[in-house]
């Protein structure tokens, strides 16, 4: 990755970004059921990704917040659907992990019910960020859900999580592995973001990539 200098484009963009994710974001529900769903129609993103990938503290590093994904959570009811409304311009969902058990095929078939309507039924919804762990690359359970969107035309954008976790030869392999693998994937966005929640690597790129969803309007 070479690191130019940002175009006037790409400064604005990251403005906005910032100024967005800095707006006041607030827990709306966690939906277990189609019925629970919020039925606001602004812009919305959603973060998939199997458990533990990093969904939470991602969502927490974009917003400014020490916990705001994470409290929400509601021991023993994983499968629910949390959505955050930042600034009354974008609405949030976190999606429940996948992936964790051992038998991942059937986690996964679990996860489509719900999560798979969800997806597939949302108009308002305009990017998922499919989270994979920069230690380990794309997983079985990912390449799932990622026919499962290919299949449906659901958009998303790989984000590649724990950077910090990895050394930088490591990385560019599996930026290179996964970028190649994105081109057989046709709702695959042609991107590739590398976050670090910890340490802040990709934060500012991504909110500048999620807020221009809401400033094209
Ligand atoms: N080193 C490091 N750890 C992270 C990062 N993001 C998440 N974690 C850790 O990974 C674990 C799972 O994170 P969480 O956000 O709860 O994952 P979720 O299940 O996908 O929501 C927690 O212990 C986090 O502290 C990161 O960027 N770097
Ligand atoms: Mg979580």
């Known amino acids: 990755m070479t690191d130019t200098a ?33 039925d606001s129609e602004i812009t919305e993103i959603a973060f998939a990704g ?7 503290s991602l969502i927490n590093a974009l ?3 020490k916990d705001l994904a994470r409290t929400s959570n509601t021991p023993g009811r994983t499968q629910q659907l949390n959505f955050f409304e930042l600034g009354g311009k974008l609405m949030i969902a976190d999606l ?17 019910d719900l999560v798979g309507d969800y997806l597939q039924g949302r108009p308002q919804l305009r990017r998922t960020c499919l989270l994979i762990d920069g230690r380990h690359g794309i997983k079985d359970s990912d390449r799932e ?13 790989v ?40 340490r802040g690597d990709g934060i ?7 807020a221009a969803l809401v400033s094209e309007r």
Not at 167 to 176: F, T
Not at 204 to 210: F, I, M, T
């Open 6 to 38: 940002p175009s006037d484009d790409t400064r604005q963009a990251r403005e906005f970004g910032r100024w967005l994710f800095s707006q006041t974001c607030t827990f709306v529900i966690g939906a277990v059921k189609l019925d629970d769903l919020p």
């Open 50 to 56: 199997r458990s533990n990938v990093g969904k939470s």
């Open 63 to 65: 917003t400014n917040h």
């Open 96 to 112: 429940p992990g996948y992936g964790y058990a051992r038998a991942p095929r059937e986690t996964v078939r679990q996860w489509t």
């Open 145 to 157: 859900v990622m026919k499962m969107l290919d299949d449906a035309a659901v958009s998303y954008l």
């Open 159 to 198: 984000t590649l999580t724990k950077c910090d976790k990895v050394n930088q030869a490591e990385m560019e392999k599996r930026i290179s592995d996964v970028a190649e693998e994105l081109k057989s994937h046709v709702a695959a966005h042609p991107d590739l973001i590398v976050t670090s929640s910890v």
């Open 204 to 210: 500012e790129s991504l909110r500048a990539a999620l």
